[in-house]
C-alpha cells in the first residue's frame, strides 16, 4: 500500500510490524573491492557477510509472516499422506479453483517435470518471454523458445501498462508455421521477470486462450509472481479497480489449462508446485513426480515449508502483500528517476530494474555492461543486484555469445524486508556512481561454465577499472562507507 503524506508525497506504507530482525554490516569499500575481485565480477559469488543489502533476488528472501511461521509447527512429517499436503491442496483449490496438484521442490523442478513430458524434439514453445531456468529445461528437451512479445516490451522507458502482453499475430503465424502439433504448449509468465518484471493484462491471457484453444494447445501460466500480476491488473486493467487480487487470480486461473509456480516468490516460501484442473495433464505429469522430485505428497519440499505455502498463498492475495514490492519499486524507480538515473518504466514487480546500456554507454554489449554495473554497484554502495543481460545468456551452439535483449542490473525488492531509508540510501549511491560512470569499463570472461554461466562464471575488469573507481569512492565517503 502506498500513503499520501500532508506535502503531497506518496510513501510505501508497512501494513505489518517488524518483530524479528538480522543483523547486516556495511563492509568497508576496500573490503568490498577486494570481494568482488575475487568473486570474478559475478555477484552471485559474493558471500553474505560482505553484503549490506542483499537486493540480488526477491527468491526465497521475504519475510515471512508469523501466520506462516505458526503453522510450520503443526508440520506433519509423513512420507506418504501427510495432512500438511492436504492443507496445502485446500488452499490451491480455495484460491486458483484447481482440484489437482503437484508440489516440488522449486520453480524449475516443475519446469522440468512439463519439459520431460511435454515438450518433444523439434517443438515450439511460445512464450511472453524467456525465464533462464525455463529456456535451459526446454532446450535441454530438445524444444525452441520462441519469444512472442509486443513492440513495446523493449522498451525501457514507457508509459505501457502491460508490456508482458504477448503479440497475438506474431503467435497466429508461429503457430502455422510449426503446426500446431508441434506446439507443446503455450506459456504466459506473470510479471515477466527477465523484461522488468512487467505484467500482462487479463484481456490479453484471455486472447492467447481464444487463440489456441480451437487449435487444441493448452495455456501454462508460470505464476511464480502471480499476485504481483493480479496486483497490477487491479491497479491497471479498465474494470478490474474492484475486483480483489483473490477473484483476478482465480479469473486469470480459470482461464489458463495449468499453472505452474516458484513458491519463493509471490507465497513467500522455498517450494514449488503445479497445479491444474485438466485431469489428463496431470496424468501425464504425474508419474515422473516420485523419479525426480519425491512422494506425491510433499514432492521435495519439507512439510514445514508446505505448510507456510498453504498460508501464503492465502496472505498474498491480501491487497497489502501483493502489493508490498510493487509499492516498494514504485518508490524507488521514482527516486532514481528525479535524480536522472536510467531505469525501467513503468516501474514492475519483483525489482527496481537498471539500464546498464544507457547507464554506462560507453561499455560495448560484448563487454557485458550489465554485469559491470552490477559489480560497480557493490562496490560503491555494499548492494548486491544481479546482472539481467547478456552473461544471463549461454552461448550458441557456435561458442558465439547471444547478445541479450536488454542489459538491466536488477535491484531486487523481497517483501516485506527493507525499508525506505534502504531505498534512499541506494538511490543516493547509484546518484554517486551514476555522477562517475565514465570510470566504469567492462568485463572479460576467465572461467566460464557452459550452461547458466552466469551463476558460476568469473571475469576480469578490462583496463582494472575498479581500482580507481574505489579511490575516488574513498575520496569522498572517507574509509569506512
Ligand atoms: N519462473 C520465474 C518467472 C522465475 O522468476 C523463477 C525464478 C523460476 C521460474 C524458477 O524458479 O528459482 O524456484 O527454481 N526466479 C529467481 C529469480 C531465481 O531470482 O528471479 P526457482
Known amino acids: 500500500m502506498s500513503i499520501r503524506l500532508s506535502n503531497g508525497t506518496e510513501i510505501p506504507i508497512e501494513m505489518h510490524k517488524i518483530r524479528i530482525v538480522q543483523k547486516v554490516r556495511l563492509a568497508p569499500a576496500r573490503d568490498r573491492f577486494r570481494a568482488i575481485e575475487e568473486a570474478g565480477y559475478n555477484t552471485f559469488l559474493l558471500r553474505t557477510r560482505d553484503i549490506f543489502l542483499d537486493m540480488l533476488t526477491d527468491s526465497g528472501t521475504n519475510a515471512m509472516s508469523d501466520n506462516q511461521q505458526a503453522a ?49 524434439p523439434g517443438h515450439i514453445v511460445p512464450m511472453n518471454y524467456h525465464f533462464t531456468t525455463t529456456k535451459a529445461h526446454f532446450d535441454l528437451a530438445g524444444g525452441k523458445v520462441l519469444e512472442l512479445y509486443t513492440d513495446e516490451a523493449l522498451k525501457t522507458q514507457s508509459s505501457f501498462p502491460f508490456k508482458g502482453n504477448m503479440d497475438l499475430g506474431r503467435l497466429s503465424v508461429a503457430i502455422e508455421k510449426a503446426g500446431p502439433e508441434n506446439v507443446s504448449f503455450v506459456r504466459m509468465e506473470a510479471t515477466t521477470n527477465l523484461i522488468g518484471g512487467q505484467p500482462f493484462s487479463m484481456e490479453n491471457l484471455r486472447q492467447v486462450k481464444a487463440l489456441i484453444e480451437p487449435l487444441g494447445i493448452f495455456l501454462v501460466v508460470d505464476g511464480s509472481l502471480i499476485s504481483e500480476n493480479a ?44 497445479a491444474t484442473n485438466r485431469k489428463d495433464l496431470y496424468d501425464a505429469i504425474r508419474p515422473w513426480l516420485p523419479v525426480y522430485e519425491g512422494f506425491f505428497t510433499y514432492g521435495g519440499m519439507s512439510s514445514k ?10 496472505e498474498m492475495t491480501q491487497l497489502e502483500v501483493a502489493g508490498a514490492s510493487a509499492d516498494a519499486i514504485k518508490y524507488f524507480v521514482a527516486l532514481l528517476e528525479e535524480k536522472g538515473v536510467p531505469v525501467v518504466t513503468p516501474a514492475g514487480g519483483l525489482a527496481c530494474h537498471v539500464d546498464a546500456r544507457r547507464f554506462i554507454s560507453q561499455v560495448p554489449q560484448s563487454e557485458y555492461p550489465a554485469g559491470a554495473l552490477s559489480a560497480a554497484v557493490y562496490l560503491t554502495s555494499g548492494i548486491r543486484g544481479m546482472e539481467r543481460g547478456s552473461v544471463s545468456m549461454d552461448r550458441d551452439e557456435h561458442g558465439n555469445d547471444v547478445p541479450s535483449d536488454m542489459e538491466l542490473v536488477r535491484l531486487a525488492v523481497p517483501r516485506r524486508v527493507y525499508t525506505i531509508s534502504h531505498y534512499q540510501y541506494a538511490a543516493d549511491r547509484l546518484k554517486w556512481l551514476y555522477d562517475h560512470r565514465e ?43
Request: hydrophobic share 40%.
Open 305 to 314: 515449508e508446505i505448510e507456510a505455502m498453504a498460508v501464503g498463498i492465502r
Open 72 to 120: 510450520m509447527m503443526q508440520a506433519d512429517d509423513a512420507y506418504a499422506g501427510s495432512e500438511s499436503f492436504y492443507r496445502l491442496l485446500d488452499s490451491v483449490k480455495e484460491i486458483f479453483g484447481y482440484e489437482y496438484l503437484l508440489p516440488v521442490h522449486q520453480g524449475r523442478a516443475a519446469e522440468h517435470l512439463l519439459a520431460k513430458t511435454f515438450v518433444k
Open 231 to 274: 496486483y497490477f491488473i487491479h491497479q491497471r486493467e479498465a474494470g478490474y479497480e474492484n475486483t480483489s487480487i483473490k477473484d483476478i487470480i482465480r479469473e486469470m486461473m480459470s482461464i489458463a489449462d495449468l499453472c505452474y509456480l516458484s513458491g519463493r516468490k509471490s507465497c513467500s516460501v522455498r517450494g514449488g508446485m503445479i
Open 439 to 481: 570510470m566504469i569499463g567492462g568485463l572479460e570472461f576467465y572461467e566460464e561454465p557452459p550452461v547458466l554461466r552466469f551463476f558460476a562464471g568469473k571475469m576480469h575488469a578490462k583496463g582494472n577499472w575498479g581500482q580507481p573507481l574505489l579511490e575516488a569512492f574513498e575520496q569522498d565517503f572517507g574509509l569506512d562507507c
